[in-house]
């Protein structure tokens, strides 16, 4: 079986600020990672996915990811966030032992203040 | 390219009525699938086809029924509604292997049963 778990329901930030959303994931067999944004009253989006190679993963909008085998984590970054990121960020896995169907976190609502 | 589309866009329903939620997909996808979100829960899949003619049930089916007759289409059904069912649906195609996960996503039919 897969799983994910957002650590942070909500993550308030000043403008300009570095932003890092937490994503740990389990599973017993081989992974692939995904990153999707939903801005208010829209569907999902993707914003990157790490399916092999490198481990860190450039997305849109300046966002990054990186994938941790070790600690079974795979953080969304960003150097500096905009007020236009306000949004609700979800991160997927998705393996062979779940058929490669996606398993969602439940969320982590991006909030970025003036 | 339309992308996935849905209809209709909002539904309110009484207690026991039936209905049905329309998905269309023009990327020639394999894998369909039917989400519901709710807040604090993320997305919880309903149910998903992995082809024409195929469907099998997801984390939540209960009280719903899908069908998938043409390739393109996929529909969700409440044969009769209950106020548990009030949440926002969402509707996603994918390719298969890998990239299963990789989903694109309609914008969301608003549901509301009273």
């Known amino acids: 079986a897969q799983s994910v778990t957002q650590l942070d329901s909500q993550v308030p930030v000043f403008e300009e600020a570095p932003v890092e959303l937490r994503c740990n994931y389990s599973?017993?067999?081989?992974?692939?990672l995904f990153w999707y944004v939903q801005y208010p009253n829209q569907g999902l989006q993707l914003l990157l996915k790490y399916l092999s190679g490198s481990t860190l993963v450039k997305g849109i909008n300046g966002f990054e990811a990186e994938f941790n085998k070790s600690q079974t984590s795979f953080h969304l970054r960003k150097p500096s966030v905009h007020i236009s990121d306000t949004a609700e960020y979800f991160c997927?896995?998705?393996?062979?032992?779940?058929?490669?169907?996606?398993?969602f976190g439940r969320g982590t609502s991006l909030i970025v203040h003036p | 390219n339309a992308g996935v589309t849905q209809t209709p866009k909002f539904r309110v329903l009484k207690t026991g009525q039936s209905m049905t939620l329309l998905c269309a997909q023009d990327?020639?996808?394999?894998?369909m699938y039917w989400y519901r979100q709710d807040p604090g829960m993320g997305l919880r899949l309903i149910h998903y086809s992995v082809g024409e003619g195929t469907t099998a049930k997801g984390e939540v089916p209960d009280g719903y029924n899908v069908s998938r007759l043409k390739k393109q289409n996929f529909l969700l059904g409440l044969e009769s509604a209950a106020p548990s069912q009030t949440s926002v649906y969402f509707c996603a195609s994918s390719y298969g292997g890998a990239n299963t996960g990789e989903l694109f996503f309609g914008e969301g039919s608003r549901l509301t049963v009273l």
């Open positions: 997927a896995v998705s393996s062979s032992g779940g058929s490669y169907i996606p398993t």
């Open positions: 990327m020639n996808h394999e894998y």
């Open positions: 599973s017993s067999v081989s992974v692939y």
